[in-house]
């Protein structure tokens, strides 16, 4: 958990879970499974179990934090809140209960403004009917090629107020995307050792869907050895759009 964060379309982040398994190419070069081998070897005990070898990794075994769930409940103040940088509330290997608490505390404190964001949102519209969904909760979908265009079809079936697509890190041309039912678009590039290049026309055709189809447009990053290795100008302006919020 963080007051504050370095994720420009965020202010704070919340994580009630921790841990998750690789299922698609944007998982390749996970920047939190990489952070959560560094805590395990800090000794921080939210990253003691180990993930699956194969998908995932040292420290970074599903793990669910009762302790953390009052922490949004203290702040006071309001903040727009990533939920589970950590990890992906959707996992299977996260009991009903505990995805049905969460969204309890998101319910009871509607100063704040939760963003979610998931690979796994067939499991999200499944559980539709047997959550609540408040309009301070926004729930977004990883798309990173073409190969997972299906996980927003899944994500229109959810109740959300507020709709939104990550195409981080976009690995691949989206052209002609269909943002029906959306609300919201972050695109940007990977960063890291073995960051895979963006090409700026991917970026392009995303931005003009957004402008076509009434869709805000926010612009992360050009990605690299750093996040911040090649700024985030796109044809010489910043894309800092947010959505509106509507009512669920």
């Known amino acids: 958990m963080a007051d504050g964060s370095g994720i420009e379309w965020t202010e704070a982040t919340w994580n009630p879970t921790t841990g998750c398994d690789r299922i698609s190419p944007g998982c390749d070069n996970c920047y939190a499974l990489t952070l959560a081998k560094r805590l395990k070897a800090m000794g921080n005990p939210k990253y003691q179990e180990d993930g699956d070898p194969r998908t995932s990794g040292p420290g970074f075994a599903i793990t669910e934090h009762p302790s953390a769930l009052d922490i949004p409940r203290r702040w006071a103040s309001p903040r727009v809140i990533f939920v589970n940088s950590m990890s992906d ?3 299977a290997r996260i009991s009903s209960s505990f995805i049905r608490e969460v969204f309890q505390v998101m319910e009871e404190t509607p100063r704040h403004t939760y963003q979610l964001l998931t690979k796994r949102p067939r499991r999200a519209a499944r ?122």
């Open 89 to 91: 509330l959707f996992h």
């Open 127 to 248: 559980m539709a009917a047997e959550l609540p969904w408040p309009s301070n909760v926004w729930l977004g979908v990883s798309v990173e090629t073409t190969d997972q265009l299906w996980r927003i079809d899944d994500l229109r079936r959810v109740p959300a107020a507020t709709r939104f697509v990550s195409a981080e890190p976009l690995l691949g041309s989206l052209a002609c995307l269909d943002l029906t039912g959306m609300h919201w678009l972050i695109a940007g590039g990977e960063s890291g050792a073995n960051h895979r290049p963006l090409d700026p026309t991917w970026v392009r055709e995303l931005r003009d869907s957004c402008r076509e189809q009434g869709v805000a447009f926010f612009f992360k990053q050009w990605g690299g050895r750093t996040p911040k290795s090649n700024g985030r100008e796109l044809d010489g302006q910043l894309w800092d759009e947010m959505p509106v919020p509507t009512q669920a």
